[in-house]
Every structure is written in C-alpha cells, then in structure tokens.
C-alpha cells in the first residue's frame, strides 16, 4: 500500500486548499443566508416539511450542518439552534453534535493528510522547545483534547487541526470531540428548542447564555476534571525533582 505521504504534494494538499477555499467563499456568500433573520422568516415552511418529511428533514439537516462546520462556513451557530428548533433538545442535540463531530473530523483528516504527519516528525525530531510541547501533548492527548473543546474561548476550527498537526489518532479524536462538545450543544439546542417563544415576541435569542454563571461554572469545572490528570503529573514530576 502506498504510503499517504508518498503522494504528490498537490494530492496531499488538496483537500485542505479546497477547505481553505470554500470558508473564503463562504464567508462572503453565505453571512447574511445563514443567520437568525433567514430562519425566523422560513420557520414555517421549515416545520411544515419537518412535519411531512421527519427522517428526510433530519438527513438533510445533518448533511448540511455536517457541511457547514467540514467547510468552515458561517452558521454553525444557527446550525445548532435550527436543531433544536425543528427536533427539540432532543433528539436534535443528538443530530447536531454528531453532525458536528462528523464535520470536524473531516477538516482533521484534510489538515493530517497535508500536514500532520510531516509536521508531527519533524517536530519530534527536532529539539528544545518544539520538542517539549510535542512531547507535553503526547503525554496528555485526553486531557488536552477534552479541554480545548470544553473551554469556549478555543476557536472550533483551532481545536479541529491543531491535534492533526500532532499527529492524535483518529479515534481520540473522534470520542474526544463528540463528548466534549456535548455541554455547548446542550446549553445552544436548548435556546433552539425555545425558538417559538423568541419568534412570537418578535425577539432575538441570547447566545451569551453560555457564558451566564449558572451554565458557565459548571463548564469550568469540566475544564478542572479534564485537566486534573495533567496537574497531577505536574505535581508528581516536582516531588520526584
């Protein structure tokens, strides 16, 4: 079997140029398409379908949500609320973090396909501080994965190729990425699931709900458990100085 770095460089690269392109495009085509205004003023012909055609309405959604967040484009947020809207909190917080996930690990594989495994080698051949950062991650792939989902001020797209750069294995990846993301997506279905009411006030909903001290201090202490086992090693690797 031909190794995947043995491939044209053109080849490698491609799926992450195409990424790059398509977010670019995207952003300038789709900002004002995909946003509150767009679903408030299709929100019945949305139930409408949703209520003739249940399982069409969620394969459709997953795909594009799945689309949306594997491009980069605008509207994951708005992906996320549609969720709720159409299904509830669930099974839409169901759809919308595996479509999530799905969409993440696609740009995972993009950017390991072009970058990872080339990058990942030379920086654990090379020295000082390069080395040790690689090193700190291999030492603590969970802990770190579950934290940069959990805390709200990492980008998505960030958490998405920063492990392929280190070369994570696919799988931590995944699992990582589907439980960690599970208390946003709760917390942003739900506002979703709460659409109808927004809708008949004529208001907006409030997306920095997430970070009110009742939703917020909780999250926070999942970033604690998740970075408890680093700490420890910490604390260990002092007392064995």
Known sequence: MTDIQDKPAWKR???LVTIGAVALIGAFTLRDTLSFQTLAANREALEAFRDNNY???AGLFMLAYVAIVGFSLPGATIGTLTGGFLFGLFPGVLFNVLSATLGATLIFLAARLGLGDRLAAKMGAGEGMVR???DGIDKNQWSMLFLIRLVPAVPFFA??????????PLYRFFVSTFLGIIPGAIVYTS?????GEVFARGETPDLGIIFA???LLPILGLCLLAALPIL????????GL
């Not at 958490?159 to 994570?168: G, K, Q």
């Open 13 to 15: 690269h491609a799926p």
């Open 55 to 57: 399982l069409l309405t």
């Open 132 to 134: 040790r950062i690689k």
């Open 159 to 168: 958490a998405n190729i920063v492990p392929a750069l280190v070369n994570v």
């Open 191 to 195: 506002v979703g699931a709460g659409l």
């Open 213 to 215: 001290p009742h939703i």
């Open 232 to 239: 420890l090693k910490a604390v260990r690797g002092k007392k």
